[in-house]
């Protein structure tokens, strides 16, 4: 029988989840909202219109604030920023910067043992290239090789993978094959980028990684559709 594969992505993802956040936000802008959560260590608030309401990316951290913080950070999302509202926010994150990640220092680098070059792809050059044409070089994370463990009876595979904490991107190294299409390898990779740039959305308790906005964002990438055509007719082959 043909072994048949899918692609799978694997998320870390340890900040609990506090489903009225949205609707909270939602309720105090009278406007629809499209709510991200990210472990950005250097954009707390990011906020872009998408009518007829918002489209936000909010650090965790605001899981926790109140009802003040909260309407002050809904004046910030309509626009309306005195400057009470930009203290207040401030202030907030001020107090909070213990939940900010910090940086990793060059041997926590060396320990997450970073790979980007493998034996006929350098994922370092294809991240760059991509970044540059699709998130004008907004995406600041690592990328490597992962590890490919053969599971014995598993029916799916894993192709990639982004770790919020560590903020990593990593490929499955049976893509590292002269028989693979550049643009395949683009694919995986623009796709692992996006959910860097978008986070997670939290929606009546669920967690949700591809909805409508991260969709039409992948519809993005010029080869989408040939590369998914690729893999499914190649991708038993590099997994026998």
């Given at each position: 029988?043909?072994?048949?594969?899918?692609?799978?992505?694997?998320?870390?993802?340890?900040?609990?989840?506090?489903?009225?956040?949205?609707?909270?936000?939602?309720?105090?802008?009278?406007?629809p909202l499209?709510?991200?959560?990210?472990?950005?260590?250097?954009?707390?608030?990011?906020?872009?219109?998408?009518?007829?309401?918002?489209?936000?990316?909010?650090?965790h951290?605001?899981?926790?604030?109140?009802?003040?913080?909260?309407?002050?950070?809904?004046?910030?999302?309509?626009?309306r920023?005195p400057?009470?509202?930009?203290?207040?926010?401030?202030?907030?994150?001020?107090?909070?910067?213990?939940?900010i990640?910090?940086?990793?220092?060059?041997?926590?680098?060396?320990?997450?043992?970073?790979?980007?070059?493998?034996?006929?792809?350098?994922?370092?050059?294809?991240?760059?290239?991509?970044?540059?044409?699709?998130?004008?070089?907004?995406?600041?994370?690592?990328?490597?090789?992962?590890?490919?463990r053969?599971?014995?009876?598993?029916?799916?595979?894993?192709?990639?993978?982004?770790?919020?904490?560590?903020?990593?991107?990593?490929?499955?190294p049976?893509?590292?094959?002269a028989?693979?299409p550049?643009?395949?390898?683009?694919?995986?990779?623009?796709?692992?980028?996006?959910?860097?740039?978008?986070?997670?959305?939290?929606?009546?308790?669920?967690r949700?990684?591809?909805?409508?906005?991260?969709?039409?964002?992948?519809?993005?990438f010029?080869?989408?559709?040939?590369a998914?055509?690729?893999?499914k007719?190649?991708?038993?082959?590099?997994?026998?």
């Open positions: 029988m043909e072994r048949r594969c899918r692609m799978k992505e694997w998320y870390d993802l340890s900040a609990p989840p506090k489903s009225t956040l949205e609707e909270r936000l939602e309720h105090l802008l009278k406007r499209s709510l991200y959560l990210t472990d950005n260590a250097r954009s707390m608030i990011s906020v872009r219109r998408s009518l007829p309401g918002y489209v936000v990316r909010l650090h951290m605001f899981l926790e604030a109140d009802e003040s913080v909260l309407k002050s950070l809904a004046q910030y999302i309509s626009g920023n400057n009470s509202v930009t203290r207040a926010l401030r202030a907030y994150i001020k107090a909070n910067q213990a939940k990640r910090r940086p990793s220092r060059p041997a926590e680098l060396r320990q997450l043992n970073i790979m980007p070059k493998g034996r006929h792809y350098h994922l370092q050059e294809a991240f760059e290239r991509l970044n540059r044409e699709y998130f004008q070089d907004r995406v600041a994370c690592r990328i490597t090789w992962g590890n490919h053969k599971r014995p009876g598993r029916r799916t595979i894993r192709l990639g993978s982004y770790c919020r904490n560590q903020e990593i991107i990593r490929i499955n049976i893509l590292d094959n028989s693979v550049a643009y395949v390898i683009d694919h995986i990779v623009h796709h692992e980028m996006l959910h860097h740039c978008l986070g997670v959305r939290e929606k009546n308790g669920r949700i990684f591809h909805d409508r906005i991260f969709k039409e964002r992948e519809q993005d010029a080869y989408r559709s040939k998914r055509v690729w893999l007719k190649h991708l038993p082959t590099l997994t026998t």
